[in-house]
């Protein structure tokens, strides 16, 4: 059985860091592209970055880049999202996918398997 279990958001002001991990059981994680979206109350999901692989290529949407990086530990079976110059515009709760294969997927429904999320929430 599948699962994703997002940690370490969190309640922050502006400005400040959180690191989200997101650890995978239940598959390879080497085999699945990786990725983040991101749900604001009353918004729909929305793709934040996402992860190849090897963890050599990775992808934003433009309103993290710069501030966001993704990473991945496949030996830990775990991808990261280093989020830092938090706004609260970044208020939403973070939600981690997967697919197997190999193109880096930015459309919801590409994904396969859904951790249950993590909320942040940035004041001001």
């Known amino acids: 059985q599948v699962q994703l279990v997002e940690s370490g958001g969190g309640l922050v002001q502006a400005g400040d860091s959180l690191r989200l991990s997101c650890a995978a059981s239940g598959l390879s994680s080497s085999a699945y592209v990786m990725a983040w979206f991101r749900q604001a109350p009353g918004k729909e999901r929305e793709f934040v970055s996402v992860i190849s692989l090897s963890g050599g290529s990775t992808k934003y949407v433009d309103f993290v880049k710069g501030r966001f990086t993704i990473s991945r530990d496949n030996a830990k079976n775990t991808v990261y999202l280093q989020m830092n110059t938090l706004k609260p515009e970044d208020t939403a709760v973070y939600y981690c996918?997967?697919?197997?294969?190999?193109?880096?997927?930015?459309?919801?429904?590409?994904?396969?398997?859904w951790g249950q999320g993590t909320q942040v929430t940035v004041s001001s």
């Open positions: 996918a997967a697919v197997r294969g190999y193109t880096l997927r930015v459309l919801r429904t590409s994904y396969d398997y």
